[in-house]
């Protein structure tokens, strides 16, 4: 009698489980169809939205799971602990990923649409759960502000391990550096005036929004950093080559078209000399 008693317990607890696997599964699915309503592209609110679902409904699963056979788990902890610990050495991997994606929920380091470093690995936070992070990436220098078209996905480990620099302020504006390099026998005073001239001229129609935004900068982050005026500096390359090096404090999607257009017109300069 008792053995019946516990194959009927047995099969009750595995109805149960299913029961709320598919559930959880298809309240997923459907309040992912919701949140996208056949969107070709999402903001970046839905895709927040979509990875807490996700990430919720696999917590739900898990707790019920641990809910529903804990009765179980507890006439064989003895047991239990000595799988447990060949589980630890053959997950080693996954736990690490779990550790990892909690250091990111509980220093807020990123969220959904963040611009972020991670090692050798740049871009944007397009999606994350308990194992790994998508990122949208991102070009390298000179077109370090546009997209590859590639996506990335990193192990959360790798939080554990790599410095995790998030670059969202860098998203609206950023102080965009670059080099123009010069023989040392064109008049580097003119040049150099001409460059802060046009530059301000290039950056009348955003120079108001890109001060509020150096001042929200400094105000969010706490950090005493350079103010959104240009600053032009002179040096000279092994090569006895002059360098002006032009910092620009201006919108991310201007940042590449200035630069051409500054180096454009100093070479213009130095051809009509």
Not at 35 to 63: P, Q, Y
Not at 251 to 260: F, N, Q, V, W
Request: net charge neutral.
């Amino acid at each position: 009698m008792s053995e019946l008693l516990l194959i009927y317990r047995d099969d009750y607890q595995l109805v149960r489980s299913g029961a709320l696997i598919a559930v959880m599964l298809s309240l997923r699915i459907f309040l992912v169809y919701l949140i996208k309503r056949n969107r070709a592209i999402l903001t970046e609110g839905r895709r927040h939205w979509i990875t807490s679902v996700k990430n919720f409904s696999w917590l739900i699963i898990v707790f019920g799971l641990l809910a529903i056979w804990w009765p179980e788990l507890k006439n064989f902890a003895f047991s239990i602990a000595a799988v447990t610990l060949a589980l630890v050495i053959a997950t080693k991997e996954l736990i690490l990923c779990f550790s990892g994606a909690m250091l990111r929920a509980g220093t807020g380091a990123f969220t959904i649409g963040d611009w972020i470093e991670v090692g050798a690995n740049r871009g944007e936070v397009i999606d994350f759960n308990m194992f790994s992070t998508t990122l949208q990436e991102l070009d390298r220098p000179p077109n370090d502000y546009s997209f590859t078209g590639k996506v990335i996905v990193i192990p959360n480990s790798l939080f554990l391990s790599e410095p995790i620099k998030n670059l969202n302020f860098s998203k609206r504006y950023a102080f965009h550096r670059f080099n123009i390099a010069i023989d040392t026998c064109f008049n580097i005073a003119d040049i150099r005036e001409w460059v802060v001239a046009e530059i301000d001229h290039c950056s009348a129609d955003f120079a108001e929004v890109a001060r509020r935004y150096n001042a929200f900068i400094e105000k969010r982050t706490g950090i005493d950093i350079p103010g959104p005026e240009p600053r032009i500096m002179i040096s000279t390359s092994e090569l006895a080559k002059c360098i002006i090096t032009v910092i620009i404090f201006c919108p991310t999607e201007k940042a590449t078209e200035l630069e051409r257009h500054i180096t454009q017109g100093v070479l213009e300069r130095i051809y009509q000399q």
